[in-house]
């Protein structure tokens, strides 16, 4: 079982940064690949990026060369570095996390954060 916390959202203005931390539960941390999913309202939940067990990394192609994620096992946490921020990138940002490798779909993610809200103001 893991347990997952996002924090670091908020209101910032266009061309801002913010930087949004899962914080994971459990020993075997390292073991589990790492998503973050965003959803805007009325929209469905997008994949943003992933990371896996050997920091192996993937991004949409809407926050390439924006958004950088990076994790520290040994704080059992999973970051989200957002530069250039746009007003399309309001959303609630989610952290998920399943075993082994990451995965661009949200269905094959079995542990859930509660969500982070990021503003982006033009």
């Known amino acids: 079982q893991v347990q997952l916390v996002e924090s670091g959202g908020g209101l910032v203005q266009a061309g801002g940064s913010l930087r949004l931390s899962c914080a994971a539960s459990?020993?075997?941390?390292?073991?589990?690949?790492v998503g973050w999913f965003r959803q805007a309202p009325g929209k469905e939940r997008a994949f943003v990026s992933a990371?896996?067990?050997?920091?192996?990394?993937v991004y949409a192609d809407s926050v390439k060369g924006r958004f950088t994620i990076s994790r520290d096992n040994a704080k059992n946490s999973v970051y989200l570095q957002m530069n250039s921020l746009k007003p399309e990138d309001t959303a609630v940002y989610y952290c998920?996390?399943?075993?082994?490798?990451?995965?661009?779909?949200?269905?094959?993610?079995?542990?859930w954060g509660q969500g982070t809200q990021v503003t982006v103001s033009s």
């Open positions: 998920a996390a399943r075993p082994s490798w990451a995965r661009l779909s949200s269905r094959d993610y079995d542990y």
């Open positions: 990371i896996g067990v050997v920091s192996n990394t």
């Open positions: 459990g020993r075997t941390f390292s073991t589990y690949a």
